[in-house]
């Protein structure tokens, strides 16, 4: 499934640089809004949950069929959501770059581009759309081709949180650099669900970085006993997308 998604991305990529030059893009990034701080927002005390907003996955199929991001962004935002994160990737999760600017420009909170990046130039597109982070599956990249991405984001002012799904990928996301580390328990390559694996590579993750465990979290306790395992923040997508009221969902979660 990830090398599926990859080469349809990999195609999208080269028809956006045929219609909007990477000059073009740097203009526009360099006249977005100021870039919020992710990574401050996901280390307050407490339970620290990025908010996915996300219309579909290739596991579940349609989540929301009433997928609204201009309702959903401020309600997460007042349900106690630390952080955003919208899914960008059309084909397979019938996301768009414009469901970001929309979320962005009706919170306050960072936002957080979910995509399936591999070049700079889609970390311009996240910043010309006002994304303040960005997301990078360690399993698509060798040490030297991270660090370059970390450096291309940094360079931009964005955080890049770093999704790792074992200790091999997070030992080579450390090696390169990464700061924030994101713990999916979802096998990508089964699309299996385990939060155990999240449990097993906590206590890898050195102090100076901030850790998010990442799919599968539905329960508050689950939050609690991960928090408790060394976590910092939690990114939380369906479940909270695929209940009536999203917002009451999440306060839940929160305790509320």
């Known amino acids: 499934m990830l090398d599926r998604i990859v080469a349809v991305r990999r195609e999208a990529l080269a028809r956006a640089k045929q219609v909007t030059p990477a000059a073009k893009l740097e203009e526009r990034a360099g006249t977005a809004p100021p870039v919020r701080d992710f990574a401050a927002a996901l280390s307050r005390d407490g ?21 609204n991001p201009a309702a959903l962004a401020p309600a997460l935002e007042a349900a106690g959501a630390a952080a ?64 370059q991405l970390l450096l291309a984001g940094r360079q931009l002012g964005m955080a890049a949180l770093v999704e790792v799904h074992t200790a091999e990928e997070l030992a080579r996301a450390l090696d390169a650099g990464a700061e924030l580390v994101g713990v999916n328990n979802r096998n990508l390559k089964t699309l299996e669900v385990e939060v155990e694996t999240s449990l097993r590579l906590v206590e890898q993750i050195p102090d100076h970085c901030l850790a998010v465990s990442e799919s599968g979290l539905r329960t508050g306790e689950q939050l609690q006993r991960l ?27 929160l305790g509320g």
């Not at 395992?229 to 306060?251: K, T």
């Open 227 to 253: 928090r408790a395992a060394g976590f910092d923040a939690f990114l939380i997508g369906e479940s909270l997308m695929q209940a009536p009221d999203p917002a009451q969902a999440l306060r839940a979660l």
């Open 47 to 67: 339970l620290n949950v990025i908010a996915e907003l996300k219309k579909a996955s290739p596991s579940r199929g349609l989540l929301r069929k009433d997928y």
């Open 84 to 147: 955003l994160s919208v899914l960008t990737e059309p084909d397979f999760f019938q996301g768009d770059l414009a469901d970001l600017q929309v979320a962005r420009s009706l919170c306050r909170v960072p936002v957080l581009r979910k995509d399936f990046l591999f070049d700079s130039y889609q970390l311009l597109e996240a910043r010309a759309a006002g994304a303040d982070a960005y997301l990078l599956i360690a399993a698509l990249f060798s040490t030297a081709e991270l660090r």
